[in-house]
């Protein structure tokens, strides 16, 4: 019999229990309601505990009970390749460690880094007679190899591959081999020529290229040529993609109800349940050497540079711990010192780090950033566990500086990234959209010509930053390292607010990505004494590096907090051949001069001349700026604001969801902002609905 206790503790710890217990009837009550076009899925390191399997029986069960397989399950139509396990993985180090394997390949992965030390592969590969690595660095796994064979990068080799059954795609070259290096086709096509265990006909190419072809023409063609012939279909597969018919012909199937059998519960643990997770700027690690990835601030922490062990607000206040104080954290016979990091939202009993930190052997970017959080994975019987571990910490009294690009997390009342509950927008349409009287003593810009014009949805941005990184691959945004990010010296053109909402304890995340707002009355215009920063005749707030010296009014000025200066000649720290990397249509930019967002001018120029020289006018959509165009959401739309037809356009004049950054400055921005939609049926409470104000306490 339960005893109902009536401490206030318990009855927080109740009400917290009945509250996600309504979560979860909410979701199972909207997957009920959308059966045969729902999806439960689960997987990732995330995934890996000690239930995994059990995991993955309840999501084909509730896949099954929702009517999903044949539908939005395909089991039938996936990359056949995708079906490696690490209990493969593990037999195969069983047959390395008795001596029956004499040649082993490894192809552009790195298990020396990436396993868990149990599995033993480091002792294993030692006793292979020869082992060959086809990667592009003798990195972790490359230092036990007798013979290192450079893979061509993925842009300088033919290749082909089975998107999915049916469906077949040719991979082409950019560039030409950069580097002595060769492709692994050709190699595998060498060797089995060599030891006269290929097919007689490899002799017959010289090139993999030359393989592909006749492949293609004899395997592929005959089957989807659709009376083509095969110089036509040959070029029409390399300037569509792909050809094939997606095979959606997959039955549903019957789940085995008595796959429950292997479902036990779960033992009770004591203690802190350790989670490790991938980050999406970093992964694995196997891109550790690229500066710009660590350069680019985690979606929620914002920081860079380095991994932490994250903890709770309750856990930090309970333990005593602040920003930055290093742990030891303790995973069975396992240690790691890392810093804390302070997280709202997360949950009282979890720890959580990031894995693909602590390279050794990355190069001279990546080696030394972090710990390698791999190292306290554990393998049993083929069998690897990431997450759920019971884990321990000490405090130390040692300190380390994280670099933390954002300082401030709570919204303060105003008017930044609005949102609304789906209960309040039905409503009413503009909750939370104050619109203040926009006046100014200026008479204001005539655009006789085109006006361009942004538009963010906040509601499809996931905070993911693939416009950070391609804003800053197209602009040639340097890397300024962790020691001038402490210093707030970072140069992106283009960041990511986040800011958490609700109870700091259980706080949600809002991302709004800000960028120079090109503003009708732009405050950074008006203060510059030598005319550095003006407005062009088409709305865009240009920067004319030849004449800025450097005293930064413009950044002072602006509201925003767009504006970088680089204080340093970045360029020449380029080395090679990072500087074919450079866009080439893009400046280079000296020490001394102020940075910002310039709607990517140089494309506008580009579209520009393609119309002139097709002796026609600009249409929607020939100018597309960098972050647009690596948004997976499609969460930013540009254009022509003056064009009454183009897509921005109708988002300013119709959308009832947008409004203007700090309308209240009277800026007059040229980007527009849509307020982000909770899909939940609660109703805002407070003076201001749809704004967050929740607070980090020591985050802060």
Known sequence: ??????????????????????????????????????????????????????????????????????????????????????????????????????????????????????????????????????????????????????????????????????????????????????????????????????????????????????????????????????????????????????????????????????????????????????????????????????????????????????????????????????????????????????????????????????????????????????????????????????????????????????????????????EATLADYNKKKSTGIPHPHVWSIWSGHEYSGHKWGMAVDLHTCTGCSSCVIACQSENNIPVVGKRYVIEGREMHWLRIDRYYIGNPADAEAVFQPVMCQHCDNAPCETVCPVLATVHSDEGLNDMVYNRCVGTRYCANNCPYKVRRFNWFNYAKLIEKPLHMALNPSVGVRTRGVMEKCTFCVQRIQDAKTVARNEKRQLKDGDVKVACQTACPAGGIVFGDLNDPNSAVAKIFKTEERGYALLEEWHAKPSVRYLSKIRNNDKESTGDQKGHGTAKQGEHS
């Open 1 to 418: 019999m339960l005893r109902k206790s009536n401490t206030p503790q318990s009855e927080e710890k109740r009400s917290g229990s009945v509250k996600k217990l309504d979560s979860a009837a909410k979701v199972a009550a909207d997957l009920w309601a959308n059966q045969g076009s729902s999806l439960v899925v689960a997987g990732g390191i995330t995934a890996l505990t000690e239930k995994s399997k059990e995991l993955q029986v309840a999501v084909n069960f509730l896949n099954s009970i929702l009517g999903n397989d044949g539908k939005t399950v395909d089991h039938k139509g996936g990359n056949p390749a995708h079906k490696a396990s690490y209990s493969d993985l593990a037999s195969l180090i069983a047959d390395m460690k008795g001596g029956k394997v004499k040649t082993l390949i490894i192809h552009r992965v790195n298990p020396g880094f990436v396993l868990p030390v149990e599995m033993g592969f480091a002792d294993a590969v030692k006793k292979v007679e020869m082992v060959i690595y086809t990667g592009d660095r003798i990195d972790e796994t490359g230092v036990f190899a007798d013979y290192i064979t450079p893979d061509n990068h993925a842009l300088e080799s033919w290749s082909d591959m089975e998107l999915a059954a049916g469906v077949y795609s040719i991979c082409q070259p950019a560039i030409r081999p950069m580097y002595d290096t060769r492709s692994f086709q050709l190699s595998l096509m060498t060797w089995a020529y060599l030891a006269n265990q290929g097919p007689a006909r490899l002799r017959d190419y010289e090139t993999f290229y030359d393989y592909l072809r006749v492949f293609w023409k004899s395997d592929i063609h005959p089957k989807y040529g659709k009376g083509q012939g095969f110089e036509d279909f040959w070029q029409s597969v390399l300037q569509k993609g792909f050809t094939g018919d997606l095979n959606n012909g997959s039955s549903a199937r019957s789940f085995k109800l008595d796959a429950f059998t292997s479902i036990k519960p779960a033992a009770t643990k004591e203690g802190f349940e350790l989670a490790l997770y991938a980050t999406s700027q970093h992964g694995d690690g196997s891109l550790a050497n690229v500066s710009w990835l660590h350069e680019l601030p985690d979606p929620v922490t914002k920081a860079v540079w380095d991994n932490y062990v994250m903890v709770s607000l309750a856990t930090a206040e309970k333990h005593g711990l602040k920003q930055a104080t290093v742990v030891e954290l303790t995973v069975g016979d396992k240690t790691l010192e890392l810093p804390v990091l302070i997280q709202p939202g997360l949950h009282d009993d979890v720890l959580a780090v990031a894995v693909g930190f602590g390279r050794t052997r990355a190069g001279k970017v990546g080696n030394g950033i972090g710990k390698n959080a791999f190292a306290v994975m554990s393998a049993k019987d083929g069998k690897v566990v990431a997450s759920g571990l019971t884990a321990t910490f000490k405090k130390t009294s040692k300190k380390y500086e994280l670099a933390i690009t954002q300082g401030h997390h709570t919204m303060e009342g105003r008017t930044i990234a609005v």
